[in-house]
C-alpha cells in the first residue's frame, strides 16, 4: 500500500499573503466555516508593515503605526481560527478542479479547493543607499503620497516620477504642502496629457526636467535632495523634507503566470464588479489587481469579496 504523503495537505481555502486583503478575507472566510489556512509570504503584514503611522484607517480617530495595525489585523484573523502560516507560496497549477499550490519550493503541497490571492504589490525605488536609509529610519522616504503626505503639510517636499501616479500624487502633495519639486528623469513626461495639464496648471509645483536623484540628504530626517541635471551636468541641492517616490509598482504576482489572465505588468484583471479570476474557484484582492487605489482600506474591501465570492463558489459545488 503507497505511503501517505504527509506533506500534502487537503483545505477548503487557502490565502496567499497577509496584508489588509487577505487578513480581510480570512476573517471572512473563517467566519463563514471555511476553515482558512493562509501563508503569509514573503513580507508578513504587506507593504503596511513599511510604513509608520496610519491615520487614513477608518477606525482609529488617533491613528496607528502600520505594522501594529497589521498585528491586529492577524489577531482578528486568528481569533476565528484561521490557521497563519509562515511561508512562500513558490508555484502553482490552477487548471484542475483541486487548485496545487507549492509552499516553499515544495517542502509542503496545498490541494485547496479554492484559493484567494493577496499577493499585494511592491512599490519601486531609486534603490538608492540614503534613500534605504532614511526610509527604513521613518525619515521622511515614502512611496505613497496619499499615506503619507498629510505629515509634510505646508512643508516642501520631492517626489520622482513622471507617470500618471507622479501627477496625481504630486497634485495631492500641492494642496497640501507649501511646495512640490517634481523630479522627471526626461525632458517629457509618461503620464496622460490630462494628468500632466493638472501639475503644469499648479503655482506651487515646479517641474524640474531632465533630473535625476543622486542622494537624498540627512542623517535621521530628509534635508534635501541632491539632483543631477542629465543634460546639463548641473548639479545643486534642493532643500526639502519630504521626498515621495511614484515611479510605478510591481505586482507579486510572477508565480501565477500562465494559470490565470493579468495584463502586460503583471496587474490580475478580476471579472469586473467580482474577485472571480479567469481561473473558476481562484479569487483576488488587495492590491494584485489594483494599480489605481491601492488602499489598504480598498484591499479590505476586496479581501471580503474574495472571500464571499468563494464561500460562494463552494456552496455551489455543496462544499461550504
Ligand atoms: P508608470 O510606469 O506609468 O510611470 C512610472 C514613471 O516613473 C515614469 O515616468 C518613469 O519615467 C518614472 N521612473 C521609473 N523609474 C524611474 C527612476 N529610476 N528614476 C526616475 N524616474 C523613474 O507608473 P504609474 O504608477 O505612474 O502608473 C501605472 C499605471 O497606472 C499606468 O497605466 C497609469 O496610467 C495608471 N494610473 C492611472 C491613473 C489615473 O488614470 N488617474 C492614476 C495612477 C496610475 P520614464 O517615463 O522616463 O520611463
Known amino acids: 500500500m503507497a505511503e501517505e504523503n504527509k506533506d500534502i495537505e487537503r483545505v477548503k481555502c487557502l490565502i496567499i499573503g497577509s496584508g489588509p486583503a487577505g487578513y480581510t478575507a480570512a476573517i471572512y472566510a473563517a467566519r463563514a466555516a471555511l476553515n482558512p489556512v493562509m501563508y503569509a509570504g514573503p ?5 503596511l508593515t513599511t510604513t509608520t503611522d496610519v491615520d487614513n484607517f477608518p477606525g482609529y480617530p488617533k491613528g496607528i503605526g502600520g505594522p501594529e495595525m497589521m498585528e491586529e489585523f492577524k489577531a482578528q484573523a486568528e481569533r476565528f481560527d484561521t490557521d497563519v502560516r509562515f511561508g512562500v507560496a513558490t508555484k502553482v497549477n490552477f487548471s484542475g478542479d483541486i487548485k ?20 499585494g504589490a511592491s512599490a519601486k525605488w531609486l534603490g538608492l543607499e540614503s534613500e534605504q536609509r532614511l526610509r527604513e529610519k521613518g525619515g521622511g522616504v515614502s512611496a505613497c503620497a496619499v499615506c503619507d503626505g498629510f505629515f509634510y503639510k505646508d512643508l516642501e517636499v520631492a517626489i520622482v ?5 507622479a501627477c496625481e500624487e504630486g497634485s495631492y502633495l500641492a494642496k497640501l504642502c507649501k511646495k512640490v519639486h517634481m523630479l522627471v528623469r526626461r525632458d517629457e513626461m509618461r503620464a496622460s496629457k490630462i494628468m500632466q495639464d493638472r501639475v503644469k496648471n499648479m503655482d506651487n509645483i515646479e517641474i524640474h526636467w531632465n533630473t535625476e536623484t543622486e542622494e537624498v540628504l540627512g542623517e535621521d530626517q530628509v534635508e534635501g535632495v541632491r539632483v543631477l541635471n542629465n543634460k546639463t551636468g548641473e548639479k545643486k541641492d534642493i532643500p526639502v523634507q519630504g521626498f515621495f517616490l511614484a515611479i510605478g509598482h510591481k505586482p507579486n504576482t510572477d508565480i501565477f503566470k500562465g494559470q490565470i489572465e493579468m495584463d502586460d505588468v503583471g496587474y490580475i484583471n478580476p471579472v469586473l464588479g ?4 479567469s481561473a473558476p474557484g481562484v479569487f483576488v484582492g488587495g492590491d494584485a489587481a489594483d494599480k489605481h487605489y491601492r488602499q489598504a482600506v480598498t484591499a479590505a474591501g476586496t479581501g471580503c469579496m474574495a472571500a464571499l465570492d468563494a464561500e460562494k463558489y463552494l456552496a455551489e459545488k455543496g462544499l461550504a
Do not use: F, R
Open 43 to 47: 513580507e508578513p503584514g504587506g507593504q
Open 100 to 119: 496545487i499550490v507549492e509552499i516553499d519550493n515544495g517542502k509542503k503541497t496545498i490541494e485547496a479547493h479554492t484559493v484567494i490571492i493577496s499577493t
Open 161 to 165: 516620477g513622471a507617470g500618471d501616479s
Open 274 to 277: 467580482t474577485a472571480k479570476t
